[in-house]
């Protein structure tokens, strides 16, 4: 049988190595194979993967937490602290072999799958690196979107009980959170949507400083999370959106682990990570997002706004693919506010006839965003094997968010594999955009989704675009996404199938 | 290794050393320790390693007892070892220890130091080992032993 094990100490100068030493021994003469990682004080070499790999039982002899648990995942073990075995190691032996022979735990077989996957692979190539630094973030940022688009929908939901009807969606938005928060009255269904509202939307405010602090963290560890989450908060105010944090995870990431690698003088050294490695890569990177990303944004918007407002001669259809499109870019970011706030702006004018142009504009923007989750929604549903656990559960919540035009459900399948996602958001949004224009739908509400359908003119054409759009997206990402081969997801599978084999290799 | 002050020499082991208890033998072993200059406070060496103790006991299987410390008060990495005439009781389940090697390393110990601290330690596992230390005749000879055996030439 081959074990691997690993021992530490308090003071990691004896006990972890007579630990090692002992089992070491104690398996040569039970006739198996021990190798064990001493994490103790003259530095520890880390397992060769392989051992890991080809190891059928762990030996936990740690009195400290064991570095990097994660390559463990999966195998049976017996944890037993570091005296056990230098005292007992032939005992400590013939427990894991028993806990080999008795199979993988069900609960430590669960639990690798669910946790986020937050450790990055050393030896990975770059590519595999850069997927696990963005799934990272991705995969803490997942619980957030669904929390709060959830709490949203259900505002949505309340609301119309709570004003009687389908305006109820768009009342709940025009309150003032503050008022009510200061006079909340609890027999006021009003008031409980609107809380449940700004709860939602507050979730929504970490979306992109999680993103962008957790990519950080992947990259840097601990020094990375301050850059990061700040970079997001700055990707955020500056209106950069979800890609604005992509850039500064990386960016934050970045430059925490270069500080954090100076060799510097031994006083400065206890103040690094506590005040140095902060206090300067905020700086960085909260100048850099600022003045060096703020500024362009904000001129391409006005460019994109100016651009748009000159098209109005153009024809409809037109119109719709190019809103669509830029509804299904970056769900949020600056180009999806731009045709945003387009269309919104035009229901505010006064004296429109019911079929006007304006309120036409209004059911293809938000009919092309809706398409982003609903199309993950899908694709996760029917193609489950090619996305990670974390975009399958989060697929569930997107039916929801999608359905209440909430684009942000889709931000962490567009986080974590920006190109292919984004493409066929756009190509699918885009169509959807045009189909609603060309069936005439109209909308007078600025938000809302299927929760205001009894407010859009020929709600079955806006179905439909929906739909049709929804379903080009789908195919177009389930295509991409089998061409491509993904790291993090055929580490997961392959995870999944070694337990698998080890489950079904076990006497019953 | 050979321009570094060497972990053992000859007036850091103390044989046929007669004390009554952990205490008196860990402060016996200090005090070479501190008579050789590598710990400026015996002291303050001293409670460093009896809380070290206090948080497990470092009896080891085999007779050996294995007080250790990082501490601020040691100068060099240093290894102190008393045979004792009388066994004295380490704490360890299978008996009294008659071997006891005192580890003092620096606070900040290099990983050089670490390495051959942590070569002992796997040593003493080694009946062999302990036998020979035992069988020793005199100071130098348990010296002499511990280097061969530990510190990479």
Request: aromatic content about 6%; some cysteine.
């Amino acid at each position: 049988m081959k074990l691997v094990a690993v021992s530490s100490c308090p003071t990691g100068i004896a006990h972890t190595y007579m630990a090692a030493e002992a089992l070491e021994q104690a398996g040569k003469a039970a006739g198996h194979e021990v190798h064990v990682e001493t994490q103790g004080a003259a530095g520890s070499t880390p397992l060769d993967p392989a051992l890991i790999a080809a190891a059928d039982g762990v030996i936990y002899a740690a009195d400290l937490e064991v570095k990097d648990k994660q390559r463990f995942a999966g195998k049976p073990f017996v944890d037993v602290g570091v005296k056990k075995a230098v005292h007992d190691a032939p005992g400590v032996i013939a427990a894991a072999v028993a806990a080999v022979e008795a199979g993988v735990p069900a609960g430590a077989a669960a639990a690798p799958a669910a946790a986020p996957a937050t450790k990055v692979d050393r030896d990975a190539g770059a590519g595999t690196k850069v997927r696990q630094w963005l799934m990272t973030g991705v995969s803490y940022m997942i619980p957030f979107v669904a929390a709060g688009g959830i709490l949203i929908a259900l505002s949505f939901m309340l609301a119309q009980v709570a004003w009687g009807g389908a305006e109820g969606a768009i009342e709940v938005t025009k309150v003032d959170a503050a008022t009510v928060v200061a006079a909340f009255d609890p027999a006021s269904l009003q008031d409980w949507s609107v809380v449940l509202l700004k709860t939602g939307q507050l979730a929504f405010g970490f979306l992109v400083p999680v993103l962008s602090g957790f990519i950080a963290y992947a990259i840097a560890d601990r020094p990375g999370l301050v850059p990061g989450f700040l970079g997001g908060a700055a990707a955020g105010f500056v209106g950069a959106g979800f890609l604005g944090g992509l850039v500064t995870g990386f960016l934050a990431g970045g430059v925490a682990l270069w500080i954090s690698r100076w060799n510097v003088p031994k006083g400065v050294r206890g103040v690094m990570p506590v005040v140095v490695i902060p206090l300067l890569s905020s700086a960085v990177v909260g100048v850099v997002m600022l003045v060096l990303i703020g500024r362009p944004i904000a001129a391409a918007m006005d460019g994109l706004t100016g651009w748009l407002n000159g098209l109005s001669g153009t024809s409809a259809v037109l119109l719709g693919l190019l809103l669509g499109a830029m509804m299904g870019f970056d769900l949020g970011g600056p180009i999806n506010k731009v045709a945003y706030t387009f269309a919104v702006t035009g229901l505010a004018t006064e004296g429109l006839a019911a079929d006007a142009t304006q309120y036409r504009v209004m059911a293809a923007v938000m009919a092309a965003g809706m398409v982003a989750p609903l199309a993950m929604a899908l694709a996760t549903t029917v193609r489950k094997r090619l996305f990670t656990h974390a975009e399958q559960e989060n697929g569930k919540a997107a039916w929801l968010l999608g359905a209440s035009f909430i684009s942000e459900g889709a931000i962490p399948f567009a986080a974590a594999d920006p190109w292919r996602v984004i493409v066929s958001s756009v190509v699918g949004s885009a169509a959807t955009g045009a189909l609603a224009m060309a069936f005439g739908s109209t909308l007078v509400a600025p938000h809302g989704g299927v929760w205001v359908l009894p407010l859009i003119g020929n709600p079955l054409g806006f179905v439909a675009a929906v739909v049709v759009g929804t379903l080009v997206s789908t195919a177009l990402v389930v295509l991409l996404k089998s061409l491509a081969h993904d790291p993090v997801v055929a580490a997961e599978r392959a995870a999944e199938e070694q337990r698998d084999a080890a489950l079904v290799g076990q006497p019953a | 290794m050979s321009t570094t002050t060497p972990l053992i020499t000859a007036d850091l082991v103390a044989v046929d050393l007669a004390a009554t208890d952990r205490t008196d033998v860990t402060r016996r072993l200090i005090d070479l320790l501190a008579a050789a200059g590598r710990v400026t406070d015996a002291d303050g060496f001293a409670a460093d390693v009896a809380a070290r103790e206090a948080q497990m006991a470092t009896g080891m299987p085999g007779g050996v007892g294995l007080p250790h410390a990082r501490s601020e008060h040691v100068v060099v990495p240093s290894l102190a070892v008393g045979k004792l005439a009388q066994g004295v009781d380490w704490g360890a389940p299978d008996g009294p220890a008659r071997l006891v090697f005192l580890i003092a390393a620096p606070a900040s110990g290099d990983a050089d130091h670490l390495q051959i601290l942590a070569a002992l330690a796997r040593r003493l596992v080694h009946e062999s080992f302990r036998t020979s230390l035992l069988e020793a005749p005199d100071a130098a000879t348990v010296a002499q032993i511990v280097t061969r055996e530990v510190v990479p030439s």
